[in-house]
């Protein structure tokens, strides 16, 4: 039974690395079950097997991204004491590297699986458990919770805790907030406003600091993001 598990995990990983591998040689937009078919040496049906359909493959194959996320988040954020501030760190890291990858991004936070990204990410640390370095969610700080709602709403607590926003605006926020960022990135994705990854970036940024800034926390505070 092991064998077959491992032989299933091991087929999984040469379609998604075929993914990779389409991405890096033609773009995000040219994958196509057929290119992954021919260049893992199986049939199109045999992908089905394996994969509910072409989105849940990107998916997959779009985690490899948060690597770099979850290793510079705690880099980013080491330190920081003020609940406020912390939030900020992390909405710019995120933004960082949410900008850099859009596609993969707009697949694991706003696409039709984002609310199941917990169990998938399991998977995926299965098939390429060489990534993760030791217990795969602790591995993700801050993405363990199923939506970026969720995790704004968690740090925006620790906010309200210091009465610089009310608890009853949290929710509010948290939802405002993630709203713009998924706006944004989007946006961004399909060039309704062309811009450089930079100011996508900063800009983003600035007006999440200000809607937080809209709620109580003080400008002085948060200047460095306006």
Known sequence: MKNKYDHDL????RFIEAVWKIWETEGTEAVT???IAKLTGYNVSTIYLYFDNLDQIIFYASIHFLQEYAVDLPIKTHGIKDPALLYMKVCECFNQHAFRYPQAYHSIFINKFANEHNDMLERYCEIFPEEIPSN??????????????ARDHSLLLEVAKTGEISFEDVICLSIANTLLVKGMLLRYLVGIEPQKYEKAVETTTRMQARTLIGYGVRKEKLAMYL
């Open 33 to 35: 079950t057929r290119k």
């Open 136 to 149: 795969c969610l602790p591995f993700y700080p801050l993405i363990e919770a199923d939506d970026l709602h």
């Open 10 to 13: 091991n087929i999984q990983r």
